[in-house]
């Protein structure tokens, strides 16, 4: 380990469901919170079953576009994160960063363009020329590659980045994706013209979190 660079411990959750991965996250929010121990910064890695999600603003989604959406086979459920609508999906790698702001810089801004530009190292991996643009998130052209929405209480983050990988894309014609109209959506598969699994991503991601955030990531998988 590199001599003064904070380590932040890596958690492989597999395919998971979205509620199960939000009682992970909680879980590592309230050791952070309660400071029983010394509670690592940790990055869980997942993929979820198909979930459509919502953030604080919840006001364009009452109960009958929660049915019509779990209608589609999708689960559905309201967050505390920033945003608005999403899908999450298997071919997604999503990554929920729960980290002690202290530990690296206690800005929310600066951590959330931090994110950005830790997915822009990522694209840039694989020859895209991606981009931010005046909405959160990261984009290829007119198209978004990956959502970010995130919460922070008292410095620590939970909620996170979903990067389409190999991602099946026609879940995101139900939904106006983070409630942006007259963009579209894109994934690492649908730009290069070949399969890019989550699993291919992954090591390209912590390569690039690594040097954005300046930080050591120790590789570890967590049984559930």
């Not at 002690?100 to 800005?107: A, D, E, I, P, V």
């Amino acid at each position: 380990m590199t001599l003064g660079k904070t380590a932040v411990r890596v958690v492989n959750l597999g395919r998971i469901s979205y509620g199960q991965a939000l009682q992970v996250q909680q879980k590592h929010v309230r050791q952070h919170l309660d400071k029983t121990s010394d509670v690592p910064n940790t990055l869980l890695l997942c993929e979820h079953h198909p979930v459509y999600t919502i953030g604080i603003r919840q006001a364009p989604y009452p109960p009958e576009e929660e049915e019509r959406l779990k209608g589609l086979g999708a689960e559905f459920f309201r967050t505390n994160r920033g945003g608005l609508i999403t899908f999450h999906g298997p071919g997604q790698l999503v990554c929920y960063p729960i980290l002690n702001l202290g530990c690296f810089k206690k800005s929310v801004r600066w951590y959330v363009c931090e994110l950005e530009k830790t997915v822009i190292g990522l694209c840039g991996k694989f020859g895209l020329k991606a981009a931010t643009s005046p909405d959160t998130g990261v984009w290829v052209g007119d198209n978004k590659i990956c959502a970010i929405g995130i919460h922070c209480g008292r410095y620590i983050t939970s909620h996170g980045i979903a990067l389409n990988c190999n991602t099946e894309m026609n879940w995101f014609d139900n939904i106006v994706p983070c409630g942006i109209v007259g963009k579209g959506v894109t994934s690492l598969s649908l730009e290069l013209s070949r399969d890019v699994t989550a699993a291919e991503a992954t090591p390209y991601l912590l390569e690039s979190f690594s040097k954005r955030f300046n930080c050591h990531v120790l590789p570890e998988r967590e049984v559930l």
